[in-house]
């Protein structure tokens, strides 16, 4: 099976720039989730979505941040104004029931 | 409170040695903790997962150790090799909410032939 597909894999934006990455989850996962991981250290969960709806989005910097997924298939991750703190590799991941799959990620890079 | 301590930071071992890879926790809540895999430039994968209800785990060359009292688990890599050498991260998450992943630090291993 596929796995969880995600887009562009590197993105260079100068800050206070928008910025979108886009995430394909493996088809029939009802749960999406994005992660952002910081350079030396682990994922941090961003939000999770179930089907369509937010389950979780507590760790989320709503003021710069959002997040779509409409139909409850793909997913949109959107920054704006970015950050020079937000340079990270943004993970998206998916699961059925349990384990998570994780994708590629996008590694962004804010000068 | 809801952190876990990963140590080593990085960690060199030579084919056919023992990788050992610590985590400690501090909320008793937590249930169940699996350890990734991360490889340069693709998402981390799952490697093996343990819960509380055991002591120890093994698949293959990889075991993890859980110590509940102390609240500490292990990630033992018996002959490792260079095919291991990659990021390897412990996580842990709650019994309402096993969804939730917080994630260790992480562990850079390089496996010399």
């Known amino acids: 099976e596929a796995g969880v597909a995600q887009s562009p894999r590197y993105k260079i934006i100068e800050k206070r720039q928008s910025v979108a990455f886009w995430c394909n989850p493996i088809?029939?996962?009802?749960?999406l989730y994005w992660y952002q991981q910081i350079l030396g250290q682990g994922p941090k969960l961003l939000i999770q979505?179930?089907?369509?709806?937010?389950?979780?989005d507590s760790q989320l910097p709503k003021d710069r941040f959002s997040a779509e997924r409409l139909k409850g298939v793909d997913s949109t991750l959107k920054i704006q104004p970015a950050k020079l703190e937000d340079s990270a590799v943004y993970l998206c991941?998916?699961?059925?029931?349990?384990?998570?799959?994780f994708g590629p990620g996008t590694r962004l890079t804010v000068l | 409170q809801q952190q876990v301590k990963q140590s080593p930071q990085s960690l060199i071992v030579q084919k056919g040695g023992i990788s050992i890879i610590n985590c400690a926790y501090e909320?008793?809540?937590?249930?169940?903790f699996p350890w990734y895999q991360q490889f340069p430039g693709k998402g981390p994968a799952l490697l093996i997962a343990?819960?509380?209800?055991?002591s120890e785990k093994k698949e293959g060359r990889f075991t993890i150790s859980f110590n509940k009292s102390a609240k500490q688990f292990s990630l033992h890599i018996m002959d490792s090799q260079p095919g291991d050498s990659a990021t390897y991260f412990c996580?842990?998450?709650?019994?309402?909410?096993?969804?939730?992943?917080?994630f260790g630090t992480g562990t850079r291993l390089q496996v010399f032939p």
């Open positions: 343990i819960r509380p209800d055991v």
């Open positions: 909320n008793t809540a937590f249930d169940y």
């Open positions: 996580a842990a998450s709650f019994t309402y909410n096993t969804d939730k992943l917080i």
């Open positions: 979505f179930q089907n369509n709806g937010v389950v979780d």
């Open positions: 991941a998916s699961s059925l029931a349990g384990e998570q799959f």
């Open positions: 088809s029939g996962h009802a749960t």
